[in-house]
């Protein structure tokens, strides 16, 4: 019977270990995007995750380290999405046309982003936030907006505000579903295929008309 090598044993554990920090990061985010830090229960992430309390504190040290591994991994699945973005060759509308598909069809994969976030503003007065490399988001946005300025394609805006419009516009629609879906007949289901697909050209409608000259 061939003996397993002490580096197979070291690669397994390794991967069971970042299989189970996955397991409890998603089950982290939904309880996150269920009632924000403040109301969380690690008791309701272990059990959703099939590990113990002290398992989850192995691993992130606190509930606040845990909540700060879930902003990260979420901030960094929405940068990661933005990478098809040609943000210097293509011509600014393009680029913003990119930018702000890639943002709404992101939002749609991973719907507990809008919620996460906005217990994070409400809660902890976007402390957390803060330090998760926000300008890696808004930072291109304004970048494309001041070129399409510059050329002339996008009416004199505030550059800055304007981008925290274009994500607004995005994302509002995730964060108020359980609210706006009474506005359709019969509490229409908005996390549909077809009603983000219509969220999503009405989005970049109302965000170009808002910016082209």
């Known amino acids: 019977m ?16 970042e299989a189970t920090k996955a397991r409890i990061l998603d089950a982290a985010e939904e309880e996150f995007a269920r009632a924000g830090l403040l109301g969380a229960r690690t008791e309701a ?3 959703n995750t099939g590990v113990t309390k002290a398992m989850l504190y192995y691993y992130y ?4 380290g845990l909540y700060q591994a879930v902003l ?7 940068i990661a999405s933005l990478q098809k973005v ?10 913003l046309r990119q ?3 890639a943002v709404l069809d992101e939002q ?8 996460i976030f906005f217990y994070e503003g409400l809660q902890n007065k976007g402390k957390y936030y803060s330090q998760i490399g926000i300008a890696s988001l808004y930072g291109p946005l304004q970048s494309i907006i001041e070129r399409g300025m510059a050329s002339g394609k996008f009416k004199p805006v505030d550059a800055l505000h304007a981008s925290v419009n274009i994500i607004g516009i995005c994302a509002f629609y995730y964060c108020s579903m359980e609210n706006v879906k009474h506005l359709w007949p019969g509490g229409t289901d908005l996390s549909s295929d ?5 969220h999503k050209r009405t989005a970049i409608q109302q965000i170009f008309g808002g910016l082209l000259a």
């Open 108 to 115: 749609g994969r991973n719907q507990h982003l809008p919620a």
């Open 72 to 78: 990260e991994r979420c901030m960094a699945r929405r």
């Open 99 to 101: 930018f702000v598909t």
């Open 45 to 47: 992430i272990a059990a």
């Open 86 to 95: 040609d943000f210097h060759g293509a011509e600014p509308e393009e680029a």
């Open 61 to 64: 040290g606190d509930k606040e």
């Open 194 to 198: 077809e009603m983000r697909e219509q």
């Open 2 to 17: 061939p003996v397993e090598s002490p580096k197979n044993k070291t690669s397994a554990g390794t991967r069971d270990a």
